[in-house]
């Protein structure tokens, strides 16, 4: 469901990127309908399939997915880092930040290169944040960050000197998930569905705005 609000917020920035007005308030609200419901028709058309044909579905998956090499790897973090910049000067610019942007962003993408050379510790992956639990924890940590380093009405100029910084807690959460990448499976209890339900149904609203932090 949070591909509806990421699918407006990205038709929304169509008009930063143009500097017109392609996609309007009401617009919006009907783009994440639409995402919304091919979603839910999605997911439902994979749990029919799987629940009528459980053999088939068993045998098109695959066992194991092979791992792209390291040169395959780093070009992909070369093109992921482009792309990021692309993205970023129409609306920040080209200059110091951006590329602090670009470095940190490539910083987990290329130690995860090399992944199986780094330590994995048991505790961490067991008691680290995952799943929807560490997507509303981020999102109140951000809140927070931006807040103390913007305030509740930042100018244009403070918000390009400074959105780099609001990327360090991804970047550090992306670290931490590193060292801490496997081995530990908490059961599926109802318990924890249901948490996950309430865990959801509030970073929804904090998305939408319907719960404000400050």
Same mark, same amino acid.
């Given at each position: 469901?949070?591909?509806a609000?990421?699918?407006?917020?990205?038709?929304?920035?169509?008009?930063?990127?143009?500097?017109?007005?392609?996609v309007s308030?009401?617009?919006?609200?009907?783009?994440?309908?639409?995402?919304?419901?091919?979603?839910?028709?999605?997911?439902?058309?994979?749990?029919?399939?799987?629940?009528?044909?459980?053999?088939?579905?068993?045998?098109?998956?695959?066992?194991?997915?092979?791992?792209?090499?390291?040169?395959?790897?780093?070009?992909?973090?070369?093109?992921?880092?482009?792309?990021?910049?692309?993205?970023?000067?129409p609306?920040?610019?080209?200059?110091?930040?951006?590329?602090?942007?670009?470095?940190?962003?490539?910083?987990?993408?290329?130690?995860?290169?090399?992944?199986?050379q780094?330590?994995?510790?048991? !505790?961490?992956?067991?008691?680290?944040?995952?799943?929807?639990?560490? %997507? /509303?924890l981020? +999102? #109140?940590? =951000? *809140?927070?960050?931006?807040?103390?380093?913007?305030?509740h009405?930042?100018?244009?100029?403070?918000?390009?000197?400074?959105?780099?910084?609001?990327?360090?807690?991804g970047i550090?959460?992306?670290?931490?998930?590193?060292?801490?990448?496997?081995?530990?499976?908490?059961?599926?209890? !109802?318990?924890?569905?249901?948490?996950?339900?309430?865990?959801?149904? %509030? /970073?929804?609203? +904090? #998305?939408? =705005? *319907?719960?404000?932090?400050?």
């Open positions: 469901m949070f591909l609000f990421a699918a407006a917020s990205m038709f929304k920035a169509l008009n930063g990127l143009s500097g017109l007005e392609l308030k009401k617009e919006l609200i009907w783009i994440q309908l639409v995402v919304a419901v091919a979603f839910l028709i999605r997911r439902g058309a994979e749990d029919v399939a799987t629940y009528l044909y459980p053999s088939r579905s068993a045998q098109v998956q695959p066992e194991k997915l092979t791992s792209p090499g390291v040169g395959m790897s780093w070009i992909s973090v070369a093109v992921r880092v482009i792309v990021f910049v692309m993205i970023a000067v609306f920040f610019g080209f200059g110091w930040v951006t590329l602090a942007a670009a470095l940190l962003t490539a910083i987990p993408m290329a130690l995860k290169i090399y992944e199986d780094l330590p994995n510790w048991l !505790w961490l992956n067991k008691w680290y944040p995952r799943g929807v639990f560490r %997507f /509303a981020l +999102l #109140v940590l =951000g *809140v927070y960050i931006s807040t103390w380093l913007l305030g009405h930042a100018s244009d100029a403070q918000i390009r000197q400074t959105y780099n910084l609001l990327l360090l807690p550090v959460a992306a670290l931490i998930e590193l060292i801490g990448r496997q081995g530990w499976e908490w059961p599926d209890t !109802w318990a924890k569905r249901y948490a996950g339900v309430c865990i959801w149904a %509030f /970073a929804v609203c +904090l #998305v939408t =705005g *319907v719960v404000s932090l400050g």
